[in-house]
């Protein structure tokens, strides 16, 4: 346990969830240094320093949520409550960044990640409070959830009428039908494999309007027969792994004019990408980075309300034993039904 100075606090973790993020990382870890996984962190605050609980209005026993972003809180991106494009936190080009899950144990105060029992907190670490009425399980999908309201509202503006194609039922697609559901989306479609169908189940309990298994039906012909030939306004996409076909589809699928995609672009390369399609449909293209300060609120916000089922994403639970198997149920490797995963890191047994 590290000896905290008075601006700083540490945290009790009681859930850190695990994402694709995590899968990616673990089978190719961009660092040689040793690094405390568990970038979706949940606890109670154990000890908090003087300086740290009046900057930060927090004191001893409260729930809170941690950004993974820790930012310098001075540069105008920190002023905007965009974390997540502040240079002090991308540790793709700043080798001193700071992020929860992806930082070095070997700076100082050491606890750097969620897959433990505690965790670090310095002054410039981002907190939201988690209210009493949402459980730790619950706030474990805060950060999908944060996703889903930052690329279907704030990315793509989905609202009220708005059409829509969600690529992928995983726990990011699922938390997108949510977003698009509450914004008063009138028509959201949900696709997957022949593998996802517990999870388009799952996508139509949440208020998915259709659902589609790529496998067996052509999406863009599929989509355009339920938007009376049209096409969506919106295309989001929430596969991993996919390759270029999900960015094409969804191109095919956008409106004849001006629909808007959010794509998660893992290719280095897109051979043949069909910019003259995009440009003659005007389709704008955006990337799916993170979550601002606001996505978190309202994504809590929205776990609050109970308004939807959203406990039906948490399915499986491990404790720290247990990472490696956590990480791979994510990764599709090992377990079934598998929507959401949390470490619990008291968990004993
Ligand atoms: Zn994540
Ligand atoms: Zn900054």
């Not at 144990?105 to 897959?115: H, V």
């Not at 593998?195 to 139509?204: N, T």
């Not at 998915?208 to 009376?228: C, K, M, N, P, W």
């Not at 990337?287 to 916000?301: F, K, N, Q, V």
Request: net charge negative; proline share 5%.
């Amino acid at each position: 346990m590290p000896d905290i100075p008075p601006d700083s606090a540490v945290m009790k973790v009681e859930v850190a969830g695990i994402c694709g993020t995590d899968v990616k990382m673990y089978a190719k870890p961009p660092f040689d240094e040793p690094v405390i996984m568990g970038h979706e962190n949940v606890g109670v605050l154990t000890r908090v320093g003087r300086e740290f609980a009046s900057r930060q209005g927090v004191s001893e026993g409260d729930r809170v949520f941690v950004e993974h972003y820790v930012p310098c809180r001075r540069c105008s991106w920190c002023h905007r409550g965009e974390y997540r494009h502040c240079e002090a936190t991308d540790w793709r080009t700043n080798p001193d960044a700071r992020r929860y899950g992806y930082t070095s144990s070997r700076n100082p105060f050491n606890l750097w990640g969620g897959f433990a029992q505690y965790l670090y907190l310095p002054w410039n670490a981002v907190l939201h409070r988690v209210p009493d009425s949402v459980t730790p399980e619950l706030a474990g999908i805060v950060t999908p959830m944060s996703n889903g309201i930052e690329w279907a509202l704030f990315d793509a503006g989905v609202g009220y009428d708005s059409t829509v194609l969600i690529q992928g039922p995983g726990q990011q697609g699922l938390a997108q039908v949510v977003a698009c559901k509450q914004a008063g989306a009138s028509l959201i479609v949900v696709t997957g494999t022949g593998r996802d169908g517990a999870r388009l189940e799952l996508a139509k309990t949440l208020g998915a309007d259709h659902v589609i298994d790529v496998g067996s039906v052509d999406v863009a012909a599929t989509v355009r027969e339920l938007t009376g030939g049209e096409g969506v306004d919106v295309v989001l996409d929430c596969t991993a792994g996919a390759g270029t076909a999900p960015v094409l589809v969804g191109m095919d699928a956008l409106r004849r004019r001006g629909g808007t995609m959010v794509v998660q672009g893992e290719m280095a390369a897109f051979p043949d990408f069909p910019i003259k399609q995009m440009t003659e449909k005007a389709v704008t293209l955006k990337s799916a980075r993170g979550h601002s300060w606001r996505a978190c609120e309202l994504a809590l916000a929205q776990l609050a309300s109970s308004r939807f089922p959203l406990h039906l994403l948490t399915t499986h639970t491990f404790g720290l034993g247990e990472v490696d198997r956590a990480i791979r149920a994510v990764g599709g490797e090992v377990d079934e039904g598998v929507v959401h995963v949390s470490l619990l890191p008291w968990l004993t047994s």
